[in-house]
């Protein structure tokens, strides 16, 4: 009988012959997966028998198709919380974790994000503010139920509505965030195939330069963020500059640029001036 610790070594040299990046990583992840383990429980059970063959050879067959592995095992920690991935919503990425730090910098009452998915930005933040309220939109249905399934798992309640960006929002809001599809399209043929291939297009790119989301953005914030409150969005790393002058363009302020832990530019946060008396 196999033991655990056979089956990542097994599992590893075929993800490693498939050519994927992190062999290691995901063959310990999809192992535990299987084998019904948590993951951090994993190095525990290494001796212990293996009898999961059959939950590993699909595991490992849609990794060798390339299929992320949080689709796999349909989850993500984000902000030390576990989401529920599928291939309707983006994979929720630890850089999009610097637009939740810098948002909870200062308080807020009332949050929308457009653009929802997952939720994992929308509810992460009501999650640390449990006083707030907060509105995610998005355009996909199958993207919003994802999101509904999260907010339930989570024990948040939070209004989720489908909305071509503004369309049917209504109301203000103090803060306001996003992680639109920022991709060019010209850029996609260059993306790992986990991403182009498997994660929904149209979370990826706006078919277009990569700025007709913020350009959205920007048009409407006046409509629904309040005097003195903030916009926070995730940009690609050579977009902050022209997302920072369509946000100027709306009459905004205090617009800053924020790299990501690898120093690449990837959030723009602005505030709408304060009404004059």
Not at 17 to 46: H, K, N, Q, Y
Not at 164 to 181: H, I, R, T
Request: glycine share 8%; hydrophobic share 45%.
């Amino acid at each position: 009988m196999s033991t655990i610790a056979a089956a990542v070594a097994e599992a590893q040299l075929r993800l490693r012959a498939a050519g994927i990046d992190t062999p290691e990583r995901d063959a310990r992840r999809l192992v535990a997966f299987a084998a019904g383990i948590a993951p951090d429980r994993l190095s525990l059970a290494m001796r212990d028998p293996f009898e999961a063959e059959a939950a590993l050879e699909r595991a490992l067959k849609a990794r060798e198709r390339r299929q992320p592995v949080s689709q796999i095992v349909g989850e993500r920690l984000f902000w030390g919380r576990r989401f529920e991935v599928t291939p309707d919503v983006l994979d929720p990425r630890p850089e999009t974790e610097d637009l939740i730090a810098h948002a909870l910098q200062e308080p807020f009452e009332r949050v929308l994000d457009l653009g929802t998915g997952s939720g994992c930005i929308l509810l992460t933040l009501l999650v640390e503010r449990p006083s707030a309220q907060g509105v995610g939109t998005d355009l996909s249905g199958a993207a919003l139920a994802v999101a509904r399934r999260n907010a339930e798992r989570l024990g948040i309640a939070a209004t989720f509505q489908k909305s071509d960006w503004y369309g049917a929002v209504e109301g203000g809001f103090d803060l306001m965030v996003s992680n639109p599809p920022y991709i060019a399209a010209a850029e996609m043929t260059d993306l790992a195939p986990e991403t182009r291939d498997w994660e929904p297009r149209m979370a990826l790119t706006d078919e277009a330069c990569g700025l007709t989301a913020y350009r959205s953005i920007a048009a409407g914030i006046t409509a629904h963020l309040v005097p003195g409150g903030r916009v926070l969005v995730e940009i690609g790393p050579t977009q902050g500059e022209a997302v920072a002058g369509l946000f100027g363009e709306a009459g905004l302020e205090n617009i800053t640029v924020h790299p990501d832990f690898d120093g690449r530019d990837r959030v723009v946060a602005a505030r709408r001036p304060t009404a004059k008396s």
